[in-house]
């Protein structure tokens, strides 16, 4: 029978970490190149913001893993609450930075789409604000996991945050929403969900190459990271005295 | 289960009125952060008013900030804290005890406070009161959202402004629904929902906040 928690040791992890990294990383090359040039050269101008929409396919596919690595976390957090598994904290930790990465890039992108499109670098809207609150959330997290020296406690008092975090998400998210169409009749508004309808498959399908370029890619860069943080917590272990020697 | 509650609250609230200058700081930093906004945008009354409830809420999150830092460390210095965490009863129990005593400490003065402070920026008779509503429905969030933030830095290099940057983003659903039900009910729009949904997340976090200070808790003394 396949067993699940064989790979949750470290130890065994670690090879496999860094065999499926280097996979991801390749394939998320590929997939980034086919993405860029389907987003440069093949999808079509569109026909009201011209030449300028094509930052969505940075930005999107950016603020979907934004919101779905911190769920991500949060469920590594979870498991590592509930199994008591070394690994489970150590990837936690490993995806806070691209998570907080990919939200910065979104909300970069989005000003600079937005100064052309509504003549604003950012608008008070509820996307923009939530995405905003999402990155104060990643900060926290990494604020707290480095503060605290011992490093056991450090994964188990992130972990907790990012759990008390994940309720929170959509309460912070339903609340800002309504917020904005209580308080302004904003003139500017962020069409996400209506872009897609109105966008020609080729667009549908560079947005999808470059999601998933953007995911690949997340998956190799928190393994190598993950990979790293395991050498530094297990550096008294055994196995990676052999695996140094080894190296020498 | 009463007693254990009764008997945390009331020691708290003997040790704070020991130190009574400590609650005084709080209500005077709240009082000083309100004043502060007229000097910074200008006197004029029209704007002031708009800006009310607002200041108030903002002044009333930084205010409790203030005072999270104190909830558990008093009592983790000098190894009250640990004794609690070997009691029988109910960590989170012990915990709801804490936090409620910090509410009547750092936030009770701030509801009462609060009228004197919107009639200097011209809010008037309902706005007034519903700016107290919300202050009440919303001030002991802040002290329980705040608790989880207290127990996770815990003795940590610059606790104090570290707990600000875990809680301040988990508070803005509050801030966002007492400000709002306040700027509502001014535009005649009614506030029903806002004071719904702040009673919503009054008893989520009733009910979740302390169980999981009481896990940040163990985590940080073991």
Same mark, same amino acid.
């Given at each position: 029978m396949f067993n699940l928690f064989k790979y949750s040791s470290p130890a065994t992890f670690y090879p496999l970490a860094g065999r499926l990294a280097v996979g991801f990383g390749i394939a998320s090359a590929i997939l980034l190149v086919i993405g860029l040039y389907m987003s440069f050269f093949v999808a079509p101008t569109d026909y !009201?913001?011209?030449?300028?929409?094509?930052?969505m396919f940075i930005h999107v596919p950016a603020a979907w893993m934004s919101m779905l690595i911190y769920v991500v976390m949060a469920c590594w957090a979870a498991a590592g609450m509930i199994w008591h598994t070394r690994l489970s904290s150590m990837m936690a930790s490993s995806l806070a930075p691209t998570g907080a990465m990919f939200t910065f890039i979104a909300l970069w992108t989005g000003a600079l789409w937005g !100064?052309?499109?509504?003549?604003?670098?950012?608008?008070?809207d509820a996307r923009l604000t939530s995405e905003l609150i999402l990155l104060f959330l990643y900060v926290g997290f990494m604020a707290l996991e480095s503060a605290i020296d011992d490093p056991r406690r450090a994964a188990r008092a992130s972990g907790l945050l990012a759990l008390v975090g994940v309720i929170n998400v959509p309460i912070i998210y339903y609340s800002v929403q309504w917020w904005n169409t209580l308080h302004q009749g904003s003139?500017? !508004?962020?069409?996400d969900g209506g872009v897609e309808t109105s966008m020609s498959e080729i667009m549908v399908w560079t947005l999808l190459v470059m999601t998933f370029a953007c995911w690949f890619y997340t998956i190799a860069v928190a393994l190598c990271r993950v990979r790293s943080i395991i050498l530094e917590r297990e550096s008294g272990a055994s196995w990676v005295k052999a695996l140094l020697q080894e190296r020498k | 289960m009463l007693a254990t509650l009764r008997c945390m609250v009331m020691r708290d609230l003997t040790l704070a009125m020991r130190h009574r200058s400590d609650v005084l700081t709080t209500v005077f930093f709240f009082i000083i952060v309100v004043s502060l906004f007229p000097l910074g945008v200008g006197p004029e009354a029209a704007l002031l008013k708009e800006m009310a409830a607002g200041v108030v809420w903002v002044a009333a999150l930084l205010a409790s900030m203030l005072s999270l830092t104190r909830l558990f460390a008093d009592d983790y210095n000098d190894g009250t804290l640990e004794q609690l965490l070997l009691v029988p009863q109910s960590l989170s129990l012990i915990v709801l005890g804490k936090v409620l005593a910090h509410w009547i400490i750092s936030g009770l003065p701030l509801v009462v406070m609060s009228p004197l402070l919107g009639l200097q920026f011209g809010l008037e008779g309902d706005e007034l009161m519903m700016l107290m509503v919300t202050l009440l429905l919303g001030t002991p969030v802040l002290s329980l959202l705040g608790a989880i933030g207290a127990a996770l830095t815990?003795?940590?290099?610059g606790g104090g402004v570290l707990v600000s940057l875990l809680v301040l983003p988990l508070y803005i659903p509050v801030l966002i629904f007492g400000a709002g039900a306040v700027t509502a009910s001014a535009a005649g729009m009614g506030a029903d929902g806002h004071l719904s949904l702040m009673g919503a997340i009054l008893l989520l976090a009733l009910v979740l906040a302390p169980w999981a200070s009481a896990a940040a808790l163990r985590i940080s003394v073991e």
């Open positions: !009201k913001q011209g030449e300028g929409y094509r930052i !100064k052309p499109m509504w003549g604003a670098w950012w608008v008070w003139s500017i !508004k962020v069409v | 815990l003795g940590l290099r």
